[in-house]
């Protein structure tokens, strides 16, 4: 079952280019975005071992099972606000790939069909799937998209056109100060273990120590690769212009002995399906957090169903007056509020679980 | 008394069965012993009886002939008549002799021809199938399995046919939670007919209307043998040559017991070609609309000027095309079946071949089509297990029908539906789409 | 229950189908862009034009078949506007592999041109570009008789997988735009001249403040070629000592090329590469190889210096030193302190051939 952590650490990875990572950080280049990388690994392995620790002293218990103890009204705002921190997660990721597709693949449809689509897909996964399912289907997903995508990074880094030195003349800024915005966004891209406040439940081991020094490696890979390649390609100087860094990058490879030359299409098709299953595993986890709040496991059959389509339908409907509402810029605000917030946030939550796993070691 | 119960017993039979013409019933004697005997003959196999009762009746005395019954490992008392009627209507011959009631199971078997596999093919492996007769199915598979610990539990099922339902397992490699699960599945079974494995198996799920199948349906004793030994649970129904094995997962369905024959590589390469043929048969009549109408990007420019021209003729939009088509190649494939086997080669290649020139050549549709519908059919037989390609022949208009609306993003979506919905499925507490289910483990699960 | 759900996202969908006006549009309604160029208007700034290709239903001896569809105007969008009006598909540029500019309308500032180019979703950023010169409209309408598509040939020759020809620079679209935006690192474009039924590439032009500022050779596009590491095979013409005759040519290969800075007024341009003699006009004999190894590497390092200089003198920078000396430099202000540097900086050049030897005949 360990594999599984790991997937939800890539899928972060993944999607970072739809959580506005690429584009905070390049709109930071000269400005200290190139520190914050370094930086943000630091903050993101910090966090992530010491949650490593502090979890694998509760074994097969998620985090409101963890908390149980605690005062009840604190408890309850507690998870309410994790729960809410969640479901915007999905829904930032939700609203930014639904505007990439009217943008690049499907023109002519309005976002609102669009995302009523993507919807009635993930509430479908959502009522469908037990925690351990949606894992299951994570992987295949991954089976199926990660190679392509090995082959559309490899066309990349390869690639004739990437030019090194637009990439080095960004590396010189290193000694500006990053702004909070900046190291929020790289340290966004390890962030992924804390989907384990639910799905420790359904994990039968401890977390393995031995083999997660390879996540801070892979991490600063992802995130270099995520900020300079676009970078390489399209000019320290000219990047700034583009509103989708990473889509316009997919747009200048080009296979030249396939049946396929074009490869933007491929690109998005392929991160959207990875960020659909991660919007998935984020209101999955905003579901359950919710549903503990309200003890809906003693709730009877039938109650519990009906529960869980009244949080689904509010999910939906929430993310819809969102995408009516607001504009590709505001998404883009917004993104760059929630990935500050989630820095904040996600401290206190390794405060807490610090904390906790401390009191358990002195109590037993 | 007793004689008055017995005669009360032959004549409560005789009422029931009324007078069809084959049913027997005859009363002989020999020296001082009187017997009685009734039968259906056309269910008994009458040399059967010759040997293990007229002869010795006639051949021993009263006592050694009593031994002798004792012996005979057939034969059985009669306790009720509702139980007496059953027996015999399954082949058993009611006898009355002196004071006892006893029932001899002298059952005709017709149907023990041992044939030739006809669904699963394997080249280089054993070439025969089960029989339609559970007895000598259970004798291939002890032949094949000769293990003390394999167990053979019967059960009866429907209501008007008694279908005889023979659950065989190795008692230390099942687990017995799945045992128990297969059995108590069975006893929830309330039906009056039960003639075939597809049958029984859509009677156990839980679900009214699936669409993929959990438990394997195969007619091969090697693949019943190798999954005895992999701990699972197979479930033998008389009257068809198929069997059922539970539990069953996504990857099962997908191999062929010529992975098994042949040497690693090749095996892995035949894999590999069958989860291709399953994509190309999945995707391609979505890839050709989704590209061909939304994302015309995706092809280099001498495709897309290609196909471009070939629809040039063709009047209607490409997914009327491609739905026409494939509906011709399901009727062409469904027909094909149904014909027999010496008009079914006309069928296909006037259904194929002219057809499809004519098509072409009147401009109604475009020859790229062709080329997808007939990749398509090829691909889908490509899939070993008939259930799972029947059930991928469905899911690909499902695809379909989201990409005509939605695009290449549909499709997308319609696979993560479809991954998600394989992934909730279980078949035994056995999650059905999960990668890595390493045999040797799946008993810890 | 499980199928329950599936119904519920059925039905759903069907619903959400009912009201989709989805973009659905067949391949075969859709009228290709091939080649979009672009030529000074004579009443107004532009002149678009379009390559448009007709497909034909017969696949076999099939003939290119196109239209060309042009339109004047002050603005782009306008001019595909007006366009749309006059063709009866709906236009499709997924596939406009190449844009063709006109030599006069590079003469200016490019940048508000390309904007519409970058800007659009649909236009391949993997598009090649390049100059016609006089007119992209003397290009875009030349029938080229062997070709099975039209502008198949502008795409094979671009693409480098028909010919593979030292003298063409190819140009994306994306990398045209970053040599404009970036500061240090000066566009190029390969220059199509027509002659008669076909065209020729072989001179490029280098851009120089958004704008045309001189036109290369064909000795010098191939310089440059190597210098930018765009091919690693090239022929080489030696002279005789002193004397414009032709000697001999060396066919090279696994040409490597290095820019290096590391002092702020020394350029150092390595080049290494490896060859035997092609063609000797004159006799050849080996032991004299030597001496013909270090004769050819003196000749290839002044054609590689005058180009250089000739780069100096027009301010202009296609290799991207300046680009270099930024990214090697730490300071904020790297760039105007290159622009100081640049006219005055010195060029190292070195010259490392590995003569292997004199080909089949000795």
Known sequence: ?364 | MLKSKKSKTIEWLQNKLGSSQDIVFREFQSGMRQAQILFIKTLCDEKKLQETFYKPFYETNEKEFDKYLNSLPNISEHKKNEETLTKMLLGSAVILLGSKVLILDVEKVENNSITEATVEKVIQGPLNALTEDVSTNIHLIRNRYPQATLRIEEAKLGKLTETKIAIVYDKNKAQSNIVQAVKDNLDRIETDVIMAAGQLHNKMTKQKRTLFPTMMITERPDRITYNLAEGKVVLLIDGTLFALIAPSVFYDFMSSMEDVYQSHWIGRFILSLRYIGLFISLLAPSLYVGITAYSTDLFRVQLALTIAGSRSTVPYPAFIEVLFMLLMMELLTEASVRLPQSIGSTATTVGGLILGTAAVEAGLVSNVMIIIVASVAIANFVIPINAMSFAMRVTKYILLALTIFFGLVGLMIGIIALVGYLAKLESYGQPYLKLFIDPSKRKGQ | MGLRYVKIFLVMLLILLSTTACGYKDIDKRSFVLTIAVDKGQEKKYKVMLKIAIPSSDVRGQKPEFIISEQESDTITDAIRMIKTKVDKELDFSHAKSIIFGEEIVAKDVSPLLDWFIRRRDIQKIAWVGIGSPTAESIITIKRKIERLPSNALFMSFGQTGTESVYIVSEFLFDFRKRITEKGLDPILPILEPKSTFFQINKAAVFGDKKLKITLSEDETKILNMLLQRVNKADIEVKKEDTEEPFFFVSAEGINSGIEIHSSDKVEVKIKMQGVIEEAVVEVSEENLKKYKKLAEEQFKEKVLSLLWKFQEEEVDPVGFGLLYRAKSFDKDDWEQWQKLYPNVKFDVQVELQLHGTGLLK
């Open chain 1, 1 to 364: 079952m360990n594999r599984y952590f790991y997937y939800l650490i890539l899928l972060n990875m993944l999607v970072n280019v739809f959580m506005y990572v690429p584009s905070i950080l390049i709109r930071e280049r000269f400005d200290g975005a190139v520190l914050a990388l370094p930086l943000g690994v630091l903050i993101g392995t910090i966090f992530l071992f010491l949650f490593v620790f502090s979890i694998n002293k509760f074994p097969k218990l998620g985090l409101p099972e963890i908390i149980e103890h605690t005062p009840k009204v604190f408890r309850n705002i507690f998870l309410f606000f994790f729960a809410l921190i969640w479901f915007f997660a999905g829904s930032i990721t939700l609203l930014a790939f639904n505007n990439v597709i009217i943008r690049f693949i499907n023109p002519d449809i309005t976002g609102f069909n669009m995302i009523s689509a993507f919807l009635v897909l993930i509430i479908m996964l959502l009522s469908l799937l037990r925690s351990d399912k949606i894992l299951y289907t994570l992987e295949i997903i991954f089976i199926l998209n990660l190679p392509l995508i090995l082959i559309i990074m490899l066309q990349a880094y390869t690639n004739n056109y990437l030019t090194i030195d637009s990439v080095l003349e960004v590396g010189t800024h290193l000694f500006e100060v990053p702004s909070l915005s900046a190291i929020a966004a790289a340290s966004f891209v390890f962030s992924g273990y804390a989907n384990l406040v639910i799905f420790n439940r359904v994990f039968k081991e401890k977390i393995n120590w031995k083999l997660l020094w390879i996540i801070p490696i892979v991490g600063f890979i992802n995130l270099i690769t995520s900020v300079l390649i676009p970078i390489g390609f399209w000019g320290a100087d000219g990047v700034g212009d583009l509103t989708y860094p990473w889509i316009a990058t997919s747009d200048a490879l080009r296979i030249e002995f396939g049946p396929i030359e074009r490869l933007t299409t491929i690109f998005i098709l392929l991160y959207v399906s990875v960020a659909t299953i991660s919007t998935v595993v984020h209101w999955h986890v905003a579901l359950e957090i919710l549903k503990s709040i309200f003890h809906v496991k003693k709730f009877k059959q039938k109650k519990k169903t009906i529960f869980t389509w009244v949080i689904l339908v509010i999910f939906g409907v929430g993310v819809i007056l969102l995408e009516m509402n607001i504009k590709e810029n505001t998404i883009f605000r917004f993104g760059e509020a929630w990935l500050n917030i989630r820095l904040f946030s996600e401290a206190f939550l390794i405060i807490l679980m610090v904390l906790l796993s401390r009191r358990k070691k002195n109590g037993t």
